[in-house]
């Protein structure tokens, strides 16, 4: 792989199961105040991709870090996809506020380190999400401005078609069958407009107080039909994405 620094976290503990997701995540600091944030907290993650491309890491794949935290995903059990997941943390001044915050060369690194970590763990491209997507009352990153249909258009995430949805209509069904949490609606909505309706969602240049107010506590799409048919497509995307097996994914 493509690293240009190791720098190993002493924050970890051994894999006892298969790594099924990537989890992407953002953070203000530059990759060295990074790693004295993580030391600091006993946190780690495995990749921090700097603003000028460079990648670090903080742990290799077969350990697992301490970066999803409280966490689920598609019914997933245990309280955390720690343990079955690597995490990317992106250098991102406005924490994914910006667009102009995540630079070419640092997007090109990440998605050449996720090929190259699809392969060679067998990751399905449905399963490389956000930090808020797994955590939606507590995690706000990659950010609004995180250029997810940039990563579909290089065939590395799902995305979705509008004139191909779901038969399901009734929207906790269709958030639960992407893999959503749905245990707060109105954050679990955020997180999902975040990734793929982000017209929907509310700028916030304040860094703390967007940590401090992950999500509108009343949230409903303002355009709310729009949303449900973004969501319709977006669960037939994810169900047919699940059937299909690549050659790489093959033992």
């Not at 976290?9 to 997701?21: A, L, Q, T």
């Not at 059990?77 to 915050?101: M, T, Y």
């Not at 909505?189 to 916030?204: D, G, K, M, T």
Request: charged share 25%; hydrophobic share 35%.
């Amino acid at each position: 792989m493509l690293i240009n620094k190791i720098i190993h976290s002493e924050n970890f503990r051994e894999r006892s199961e298969p790594i099924r997701y990537i989890i992407i995540h953002c953070s203000a600091g530059t990759p060295e105040a990074q790693i004295n944030t993580l030391n600091n907290l006993k946190l780690s993650v495995h990749y921090i991709i700097g603003r000028n491309g460079e990648i670090t890491e903080n742990l290799p794949p077969e350990k697992v870090a301490y970066h999803a935290g409280q966490s689920s995903w598609n019914k997933s059990e245990g309280g955390s996809l720690n343990g079955c997941s690597i995490g990317i943390e992106l250098e991102s001044p406005s924490l994914g506020q910006d667009k102009d915050d995540y630079t070419t060369k640092q997007i090109s690194a990440l998605m050449k380190l996720l090929k190259e970590l699809t392969i060679a763990y067998k990751i399905r491209k449905e399963n490389i999400l956000g930090h808020s997507d797994i955590a939606p009352m507590r995690k706000p990153d990659p950010g609004v401005a995180f250029p997810w249909k940039k990563l579909y258009q290089n065939n590395l995430v799902t995305w979705y078609i509008l004139t191909s949805l779901d038969q399901e209509t009734d929207e906790l069904r269709l958030l639960e069958k992407v893999g959503y949490d749905t245990t707060n609606l109105a954050a679990t909505r955020y997180a999902f407009c975040r990734h793929y309706f982000p017209e929907e969602i509310l700028i916030e240049k304040d860094i703390r107080k967007l940590l401090d107010n992950v999500y509108p506590a009343d949230f409903v799409p303002k355009n709310y039909d729009k949303y449900v048919k973004v969501l319709r497509a977006v669960a037939r995307s994810v169900e047919k994405e699940r059937q299909i097996v690549y050659w790489y994914l093959k033992n």
